[in-house]
């Protein structure tokens, strides 16, 4: 700002001067005249390098070397998948003994690649941490009829390969699902628990319904064109292949400004310094995969417009539930305040249509963890640079910490590594994770669900029914009989997307002498600085063409919200849909609220009670240890660094997961009834004599004091374990009668 602000300055004082506005203008006009030609040619180079890369058979960003493993066209139910394993580049070590990391990529009109981008990326930040990499990618197009379900299926297989390849370890893979990919995991650990180690899924839609009023416009989409019948009609127009560049149309109309001018202008203006990162970008952005009609069909009904996958409504071919619930791993949801396209209450709404309270979630041995980064966009959360440095190395370095927290809700946020002294010996890296407990309260904060809207939105799925039986009944079968795969093909070639990368390419002739143009303006650049006055007047200019396009975005988000809200907020309409007098219900299914699930929680505790005063000095230090970390505000990875170190000293004949067990077995004993399980603290410890006790008690002690200094609490219930520790010593037992 106070660059611009001289600029502007310097450019008045150039005004007062006839000579040296004169001067300005010849300057600014050659300027300009040759980042036409620069801008242009960089143009023609994105169009050509659109057609090399639609023209490869496997056309990827990925920027890591890779070995093919698995090939999906050759499963009993084939898909366009394929799992690769990552090749570690030049002076990175990696080791195959440590837990394997695998990166999902999205396809929701894009090709792969994206999650291993750069060197800092997801692939990136695990290989640096030596972890064994693979990635799961996706062919341009679809295996006729592959269905979601057996997309499903192949990413579960491709796992099971990963596990065989690392009998080594125990610990199973964790698993990076980026946008599409992550609801597409969930799915697949939801039905095959046993394959997934911890889950990221970053800006993935989960809960489609949720929103904030105001915002997140692109939720409104389906109600607006009537349902998911013109999903249909797409998939016709590609004879039964949907194009995926409708999508990408999609996520542009939402921001129209960033699509129509500055993305553009960012380049003119920046021609001689901007040409290598925007190539690199539009090489994914403008790589459009197609999709099977079958799957896209799927996903819209019952997921976009059907909300279904969240309130375990889905079901398998052979009949199973596809229950979220039944996910087994911890769940890290990373999402931000600054995402248009997955805002924070569709990342984490499911939370609060799975489950009605955190006891609901620790009933069924779930691990949740959430962070919502403040202002990174959709593509930052899984692309950036800086958000790859920071959160996705926290994640990676703290994998471990994160497969053993307890269950239940947590909040994370990556804060500054402390200052030199023993609060920071126990932290890697520059940054600390930091995991503090929640309630729904906390995500019902984010999320801000509204009970009309809700009703809304399930009348838009019934009139979304209705319409699509209409079309299918009525105007599907002419729109098949009219498009032919060669139709088709010329269709998907003339959408306006991919014709914008083809008509300024070397393939059109009037391209022809940009680039001995651009080679003779680089030999002669005479570029102006920033303080032009023209310059500065072009750059007010863009600002206000800008301003105005967010105001007319602004202005057509508010008329769609409000049109929906009128439209589908009819009683009469929601009446004809078969939803009847408002009366409070809830107009979709809620698990966690269903009579079947208290008794499922019911039957779980008492189980639990007997096995209070059940095992040996191992679960005596995990029971005191989670007593006395409960009684903090929040902990984070220096605890578990010191429980990691000292591991091998107490538990030295368990592994990670068996270790994993028997924290969460703990978890819940003190759970059920904390006063009985600290009272058999004494019975657990018997057979232990005066200096195992004391060593035991040192150990605890070290692992607490990791985070000092304690809080009041905190030190109250280190007091009542020294207290419980001291009474189990074998001179302090009450003698025989």
């Not at 799915?187 to 046993?194: F, H, I, K, R, T």
């Not at 109309?253 to 190539?279: C, G, H, I, M």
């Not at 692309?383 to 927290?405: C, P, Q, W």
């Not at 078969?578 to 039957?603: S, Y």
Request: glycine share 8%.
């Amino acid at each position: 700002m106070l660059s611009l602000y001289a600029s502007m300055a310097q450019a008045a004082t150039t005004f007062w001067d006839p000579l040296g506005i004169g001067r300005a203008a010849i300057d600014y006009w050659r300027d300009a005249a040759e980042r036409s030609v620069l801008y242009l040619d960089v143009m023609r180079q994105r169009g050509n390098q659109y057609l090399e890369h639609m023209e490869k058979t496997r056309p990827s960003v990925l920027g890591f070397a890779t070995e093919m493993l698995v090939d999906g066209r050759d499963l009993p139910r084939p898909v366009n998948y394929e799992l690769m394993r990552v090749l570690p580049p030049e002076g990175v070590i990696v080791d195959d003994d440590m837990r394997p990391f695998v990166v999902v990529d999205p396809r929701a009109g894009h090709g792969p690649g994206i999650g291993g981008f750069k060197p800092d990326s997801e692939i990136g930040v695990a290989l640096r941490a030596g972890h064994p990499c693979y990635f799961i990618g996706f062919l341009p197009f679809p295996v006729p009829g592959q269905t979601v379900e057996d997309v499903v299926e192949a990413e579960a297989h491709f796992l099971r390969q990963i596990i065989e390849r690392h009998p080594q370890t125990d610990e199973k893979p964790m698993v990076v699902g980026n946008c599409q990919a992550g609801w597409q995991l969930m799915m697949a650990a939801a039905l095959e628990p046993d394959c997934f180690g911890p889950i990221l899924i970053a800006g993935a839609p989960l809960s489609y319904w949720a929103g904030e009023r105001g915002k997140a416009p692109m939720r409104y989409s389906g109600g607006m064109l009537g349902g998911s019948w013109l999903t249909a009609f797409a998939s016709d127009l590609g004879a039964g292949n949907f194009d995926g560049a409708w999508l990408v149309q999609n996520f542009e109309k939402l921001n129209p400004a960033n699509t129509l001018w500055s993305k553009q202008y960012n380049l003119f203006a920046n021609v001689d310094s901007e040409a290598r990162r925007y190539l690199e970008f539009e090489r994914w952005w403008g790589g459009h995969v197609v999709l099977d009609g079958a799957e896209i069909q799927y996903i819209v009904d019952n997921l976009f417009i059907g909300n279904r996958l969240s309130s375990a409504q889905l079901q398998t071919r052979d009949g199973r539930r596809i229950d979220l619930r039944n996910v087994r791993s911890p769940i890290v949801v990373f999402c931000s305040k600054g995402d248009d396209i997955t805002p924070p209450p569709q990342a984490l709404g499911w939370i609060r249509d799975l489950y009605g309270s955190v006891d609901d979630i620790q009933a069924n041995d779930q691990t949740i963890v959430y962070c919502v980064h403040d202002t990174t966009g959709h593509l930052g959360i899984f692309v950036s640079g800086s958000v790859s440095r920071k959160e996705h190395a926290e994640f990676t370095e703290n994998m471990d910490y994160i497969d053993i927290l307890p269950p239940g809700l947590y909040e994370t946020a990556v804060n500054e590594r402390p200052g030199d002294g023993s609060a920071a010996q126990h932290v890697d890296g520059d940054y600390l994770l930091e995991f503090t407990p929640r309630d729904l309260d906390d995500v019902n904060a984010i999320v801000q669900p509204i009970h009309e809207d809700e009703r809304r939105f399930a009348t838009l799925a019934r009139v979304s029914e209705i319409n699509l039986g209409i079309y299918q009944r009525y105007a599907q079968p002419w729109m098949q009989a009219i498009v032919t795969p060669e139709a088709a093909r010329w269709i998907r070639r003339m959408h306006p997307i991919r014709l914008g990368y083809k008509l300024l390419s070397d393939r059109n002739p009037a391209s022809v002498p940009l680039p001995v143009m651009a080679d003779f303006v680089k030999a002669n650049r005479a570029a102006v600085g920033n303080d032009n006055p023209f310059r500065v007047a072009e750059s007010m200019l863009s600002d206000q063409i800008v301003n105005a396009l967010n105001v007319l975005r602004d202005v057509r988000d508010q008329g769609i919200e409000w049109l929906f809200l009128e439209t589908y907020g009819q009683p009469w309409l929601q009446t004809l849909a078969g939803l009847g007098v408002d009366r409070g219900e809830l107009p979709n299914r809620r698990p966690g609220l269903e009579p079947e699930h208290g008794r499922f929680i019911a039957q779980r505790m008492e189980a639990l009670r007997g096995r209070i005063a059940e095992g040996d000095s191992h679960h005596a230090v995990m029971r005191a240890l989670i007593f006395v970390l409960g009684g903090a505000p929040s902990t984070d990875e220096r605890n578990f660094q010191r429980l990691k170190q000292t591991r091998a000293q107490i538990e030295p004949d368990i592994n990670l997961s068996t270790f994993k067990a028997l924290v969460r077995e703990q978890f819940f004993i003190l759970k059920l009834d904390s006063p009985a399980a600290l009272e058999a603290l004494p019975t657990l410890l018997e057979g232990q004599n005066a200096q195992a006790i004391d060593a035991h008690l040192a150990h605890i002690e070290h692992v607490v004091e990791a985070s000092a200094p304690l809080s009041e609490r905190t030190q109250s219930r280190l007091d009542r374990v020294r207290e419980l520790f001291a009474r189990a010593k074998p001179e302090a037992r009450p003698g025989p009668a």
